[in-house]
Protein backbone atom coordinates (compact mmCIF):
# COMPACT_ATOMS: atom_id res chain seq x y z
CA UNK A 1 0.00 0.00 0.00
CA UNK A 2 1.40 3.31 -0.76
CA UNK A 3 2.02 5.84 1.31
CA UNK A 4 3.97 8.96 2.36
CA UNK A 5 3.89 11.37 5.48
CA UNK A 6 5.11 14.26 6.17
CA UNK A 7 6.86 15.49 9.16
CA UNK A 8 9.03 18.56 10.48
CA UNK A 9 6.64 21.05 10.74
CA UNK A 10 5.85 23.43 13.64
CA UNK A 11 6.09 27.31 14.33
CA UNK A 12 8.41 29.41 13.93
CA UNK A 13 9.68 33.11 13.55
CA UNK A 14 10.34 35.16 10.22
CA UNK A 15 13.86 34.31 8.84
CA UNK A 16 13.79 31.27 10.73
CA UNK A 17 14.34 27.93 9.14
CA UNK A 18 12.62 24.36 8.78
CA UNK A 19 13.17 21.35 6.89
CA UNK A 20 9.88 18.99 6.32
CA UNK A 21 10.29 15.39 5.15
CA UNK A 22 8.62 13.02 3.54
CA UNK A 23 9.12 9.15 3.66
CA UNK A 24 7.67 6.86 1.26
CA UNK A 25 6.54 3.25 2.02
CA UNK A 26 5.13 0.96 -0.71
CA UNK A 27 6.65 2.57 -3.54
CA UNK A 28 9.52 2.11 -5.72
CA UNK A 29 10.53 5.19 -4.66
CA UNK A 30 14.33 5.82 -6.61
CA UNK A 31 12.08 5.62 -9.79
CA UNK A 32 10.01 8.26 -9.10
CA UNK A 33 9.65 11.69 -9.28
CA UNK A 34 8.31 13.89 -6.66
CA UNK A 35 6.95 16.98 -5.07
CA UNK A 36 5.97 19.46 -2.50
CA UNK A 37 2.47 21.50 -2.55
CA UNK A 38 1.47 23.99 0.28
CA UNK A 39 -2.00 25.46 0.80
CA UNK A 40 -2.75 28.19 2.59
CA UNK A 41 -5.90 29.23 4.29
CA UNK A 42 -8.67 29.88 1.98
CA UNK A 43 -6.30 29.60 -1.22
CA UNK A 44 -5.91 27.05 -3.52
CA UNK A 45 -3.20 24.18 -3.21
CA UNK A 46 0.01 25.50 -5.17
CA UNK A 47 3.11 23.90 -6.73
CA UNK A 48 6.09 24.75 -4.44
CA UNK A 49 8.85 22.49 -6.09
CA UNK A 50 9.59 18.79 -7.57
CA UNK A 51 12.78 16.52 -7.44
CA UNK A 52 13.31 13.98 -10.44
CA UNK A 53 13.92 10.11 -10.18
CA UNK A 54 17.23 11.60 -11.03
CA UNK A 55 17.47 14.32 -8.69
CA UNK A 56 16.77 17.27 -11.24
CA UNK A 57 14.63 20.03 -8.98
CA UNK A 58 12.49 22.55 -10.45
CA UNK A 59 10.90 25.12 -8.36
CA UNK A 60 8.12 27.82 -8.23
CA UNK A 61 10.43 30.89 -8.11
CA UNK A 62 7.57 32.74 -7.59
CA UNK A 63 6.90 31.65 -4.31
CA UNK A 64 9.83 30.28 -3.10
CA UNK A 65 12.23 32.90 -4.44
CA UNK A 66 15.73 31.08 -4.25
CA UNK A 67 14.68 30.10 -0.15
CA UNK A 68 14.00 26.38 -0.80
CA UNK A 69 15.62 23.56 -1.60
CA UNK A 70 14.38 19.74 -2.64
CA UNK A 71 16.85 16.97 -2.02
CA UNK A 72 16.04 13.12 -1.49
CA UNK A 73 17.56 10.33 -0.25
CA UNK A 74 16.53 7.29 -2.09
CA UNK A 75 18.40 4.95 0.45
CA UNK A 76 15.59 6.12 3.24
CA UNK A 77 12.92 6.79 0.66
CA UNK A 78 12.58 10.05 2.02
CA UNK A 79 12.27 13.38 0.11
CA UNK A 80 13.21 16.88 2.23
CA UNK A 81 11.48 20.66 1.65
CA UNK A 82 14.88 22.69 2.89
CA UNK A 83 12.98 26.24 3.95
CA UNK A 84 14.89 28.90 4.89
CA UNK A 85 14.69 32.85 5.30
CA UNK A 86 10.51 31.73 6.09
CA UNK A 87 8.08 34.57 6.30
CA UNK A 88 4.10 34.88 7.17
CA UNK A 89 3.19 34.41 3.43
CA UNK A 90 4.54 30.63 3.57
CA UNK A 91 2.23 29.27 6.13
CA UNK A 92 0.66 26.62 4.92
CA UNK A 93 0.29 22.69 5.15
CA UNK A 94 2.66 21.55 3.45
CA UNK A 95 1.56 18.60 1.38
CA UNK A 96 4.07 15.54 -0.48
CA UNK A 97 3.23 13.94 -3.98
CA UNK A 98 4.21 11.16 -6.07
CA UNK A 99 3.57 10.97 -9.75
CA UNK A 100 3.93 7.61 -11.39
CA UNK A 101 4.41 8.81 -14.93
CA UNK A 102 7.47 10.40 -16.09
CA UNK A 103 5.75 12.31 -18.83
CA UNK A 104 3.36 14.54 -16.62
CA UNK A 105 3.53 18.53 -15.97
CA UNK A 106 4.81 18.12 -12.41
CA UNK A 107 3.68 21.73 -11.92
CA UNK A 108 0.12 20.50 -11.93
CA UNK A 109 -1.50 19.03 -8.83
CA UNK A 110 -3.83 16.54 -11.10
CA UNK A 111 -0.77 14.76 -12.57
CA UNK A 112 -0.12 13.48 -8.96
CA UNK A 113 -1.25 9.68 -7.51
CA UNK A 114 -0.57 9.80 -4.33
CA UNK A 115 -0.43 12.36 -1.56
CA UNK A 116 0.81 12.87 2.24
CA UNK A 117 -1.52 14.04 4.54
CA UNK A 118 -0.11 17.19 4.99
CA UNK A 119 2.23 19.35 8.02
CA UNK A 120 1.56 22.73 9.26
CA UNK A 121 3.84 24.94 8.82
CA UNK A 122 3.53 28.54 10.87
CA UNK A 123 5.33 32.06 10.76
CA UNK A 124 5.23 34.45 13.07
CA UNK A 125 6.19 37.92 12.45
Known amino acids: QEQLVESGGGSVQAGGSLRLSCAASGLAFSSHNMAWFRQAPEKEREFVGS????????YNEDSVKGRFSISRDNAKNTVYLQMNSLTPEDTAIYYC??????????????????WGQGTQVTVSS
Open 51 to 58: ISYSGYTI
Open 97 to 114: AVVLKRTAVLQYMSSYDY
